[in-house]
């Protein structure tokens, strides 16, 4: 079965903290994205990265930055946290073989992060 | 860039009643389409998709789309709800050039009542 694992469900911090969110896969893929869900928003991309230590700016990629040192793993991480990042985080992974625009994305079960 | 369009934002049905959810991209050629459902507290999990040949598709839990190019549509529908398919749906588009990330509509949110 495969699977994307966040590495935390619930997690509260304190306005300025560094913040980080882990994402592992299982599947062998190139892809890997961080998007964040706020309701009536939908989901926003924030950075994706398509191989080890490759990185690219999604559509909000102010306040974060990522890093992926090997290819199982994608981490976010909010340099000084502050209250309008409270929101949901998703992690989703895709490989990137052949047509890859048919390929679906694989998605964790998302961290909800609140800042205080 | 291409867009996608989830016109409902809530959508409520009684449990056994037959369900459709719209979907409308904005994009010059023929994309490449996907419906995810979002149970509560999880992640998403793909539905269905379609990328060419017939364009009726057939996804799990008896979900099933139908791309009309005429109205750049793709609207996922079902011929009787159980309450377990209440959930957030969403409808994503991949051009079929250029980027291959996806653009996500807002998303539509299921309430089935018994």
């Known amino acids: 079965d495969v699977k994307v694992t966040q590495s935390s469900r619930y997690l509260v911090k304190r306005t300025g903290e560094k913040v980080f969110l882990e994402c592992v896969q299982d599947?062998?893929?190139?892809?890997m994205f961080w998007y964040r869900q706020d309701p009536g928003l939908g989901l926003r991309l924030i950075y994706f990265s398509y191989d080890v230590k490759m990185k690219e700016k999604g559509d909000i990629p102010e306040g974060y930055s990522v890093s992926r040192e090997k290819k199982e793993r994608f981490s976010l991480i909010l340099e000084s946290a502050s209250t309008n990042q409270t929101s949901m985080y998703l992690c989703?992974?895709?490989?990137?073989?052949?047509?890859?625009?048919?390929?679906?994305?694989?998605f964790g079960p998302g961290t909800r992060l609140t800042v205080l | 860039a291409q867009s996608v369009t989830q016109p409902d934002i809530h959508i409520t049905v009684s449990e056994g009643a037959s369900l459709e959810l719209r979907c409308n991209y904005s994009y010059g050629a023929t994309p490449y389409l996907f419906w995810y459902v979002q149970s509560p507290g999880q992640g998403l999990q793909l539905l269905l998709k379609?990328?060419?040949?017939?364009?009726l598709v057939q996804g799990i839990k008896g979900f099933e789309a139908e791309f009309k190019r005429s109205q750049s549509s793709f609207n996922l529908r079902k011929p009787s709800v159980h309450w377990s398919d209440a959930a957030e749906y969403f409808c994503?588009?991949?051009?079929?050039?250029?980027?291959?990330?996806?653009?996500f509509g807002r998303g539509t949110s299921l309430i089935v009542h018994p």
């Open positions: 994503a588009v991949v051009p079929s050039g250029g980027s291959y990330i996806p653009t």
């Open positions: 599947m062998d893929h190139e892809n």
């Open positions: 379609y990328f060419s040949g017939d364009t």
């Open positions: 989703a992974s895709s490989p990137h073989v052949g047509l890859a625009r048919n390929n679906e994305q694989f």
